[in-house]
Each structure stands twice: as structure tokens, then as C-alpha cells.
């Protein structure tokens, strides 16, 4: 069975940093892209980015660049996003997904809140 | 960026009525288009991906069509479990965008 399971969220003030992690079981997972999507509570979804099965591409959207790291490592099958500079419209639930673009498959969410 | 412009925002319907949501991109997408299921608390699901290709184990009560900017995600007879909010994203071009959101309801 698939299982992604996302850690390392909470309450960061603005300017700040956090780095969620995604534990990945139940597949190759150095076989697949992996991504991100994050929603704001009781709003619609935002794809976040996505990584390469051996993170040689990395794709983000416009609102993330420079401020995020999306990045795996394979021999511990983890995907990370590490997020800095962070800002209040950064709040949301961020969820892991398996696959580059049709998501079949998605971690349980993790609530990063950014404010003061 | 592709746009995706769903409709309507929210829907009421009856156990056993026939449902339609539309999902309108800004610019063609290739028929890379996905629909997702999303329970409340819960991460979503997806349902229909290449825009009518059901995902294993979907009940065949759902089904996806259209082409070029325009999709339709249909179920056939609504369920009691089928009350939800459901999501297109169109795959085609990076950034992955989706639309906003369609809540069914129950009347």
C-alpha cells in the first residue's frame, strides 16, 4: 500500500523558515516524480512544485521562486520543501502527492500557519 | 499560466440525481485534464485522469468528457458518499493549475 505521511509543520512568524518532510513507503520511490500542493483552509488547491525521479528537474510556481527548495533523497525515500522567507499567504495545508502531474496519490497534509 | 474556471461553485442535489460539473481552461490542455474527489479533513482523490479515463477502483457512476478548453466531470446517480467537493487540474502545462472547486451538497 502507498503511503506518504508529511512532517515538520507548524507556526512560524513571517521571514521565517520551516522544512516539511515527506516519509514515502509502499512504492519505488525513486522511480517516480514527487510533488507538492498546498490549500488554504476552506479554499481551492495550488500546485506547489515537483521534482524528478533523480532531482535533476525541479519545477515551482511563480509565488514560491526563490523562497522554496523542493529536493528528495531516494536512499531514504524523502521528498523535503524547504521554505524560507516565509509569508502570511503561505498558510495552508501542504500536501505530498506521487507523480508529476496526474496525482494519484497523496500524503494526509501537514498545516504550516506563517504569522506573528 | 493555464486558467481553469469551474462551474458551478456549489450544487445541491438529491440521492439519485444525475450531477454535472464543467471545467472550462483558458487555453487547450491536450486532453491533460484530471478530476479529483476531496472529502472534508481529507486529502484528495483522483477520479478521472486524461479527461475520461476512470482511475482504478472509481465507481463507474463517474464519468469525464470534453476536449480542447472544455470538460464535464458527470455522476450519473448521485451516492450518499459522493457528497464532496471536486477539483479539475489540467496537466499540460507547468505550473499544474486547478480549478476552483465545485462543493455537491446534499438538498
Known amino acids: 500500500e502507498v503511503q506518504l505521511v508529511e512532517s515538520g509543520g507548524g507556526l512560524v512568524q513571517p521571514g521565517g523558515s520551516l522544512r516539511l518532510s515527506c516519509a514515502a513507503s509502499?512504492?519505488?520511490?525513486?522511480?517516480?516524480?514527487m510533488s507538492w500542493v498546498r490549500q488554504v483552509p476552506g479554499k481551492g488547491l495550488e500546485w506547489v512544485a515537483n521534482i524528478k525521479e533523480d532531482g535533476s528537474e525541479k519545477y515551482y510556481v511563480d509565488s514560491v521562486k526563490g523562497r522554496f527548495t523542493i529536493s528528495r533523497d531516494n536512499a531514504k525515500n524523502s521528498l523535503y520543501l524547504q521554505m524560507n522567507s516565509l509569508r502570511a499567504e503561505d498558510t495552508a495545508v501542504y500536501y505530498c502527492?506521487?507523480?508529476?502531474?496526474?496525482?494519484?496519490?497523496w500524503g494526509q497534509g501537514i498545516l504550516v500557519t506563517v504569522s506573528s | 499560466d493555464i486558467q481553469m474556471t469551474q462551474s458551478p461553485s456549489s450544487v445541491s442535489a438529491f440521492v439519485g440525481d444525475r450531477v454535472t460539473i464543467t471545467c472550462r481552461a483558458s487555453q487547450g490542455t491536450n486532453n491533460w485534464l484530471a478530476w479529483y474527489q476531496q472529502k472534508p479533513g481529507k486529502a484528495p482523490k483522483l477520479l478521472i485522469y486524461?479527461?475520461?479515463t476512470l482511475q482504478d477502483g472509481v465507481p463507474s457512476r463517474f464519468s469525464g468528457s470534453g476536449s480542447g478548453t472544455d470538460f464535464t466531470l458527470t455522476i450519473s446517480s448521485l451516492q450518499p458518499e459522493d457528497f464532496a467537493t471536486y477539483h479539475c487540474?489540467?496537466?499540460?502545462?507547468?505550473?499544474?493549475?486547478f480549478g476552483g472547486g465545485t462543493k455537491v451538497e446534499i438538498k
Open positions: 502527492a506521487r507523480d508529476a502531474q496526474f496525482l494519484q496519490h
Open positions: 486524461l479527461a475520461s
Open positions: 487540474q489540467q496537466a499540460n502545462i507547468f505550473p499544474l493549475t
Open positions: 509502499g512504492f519505488s520511490f525513486s522511480n517516480y516524480w
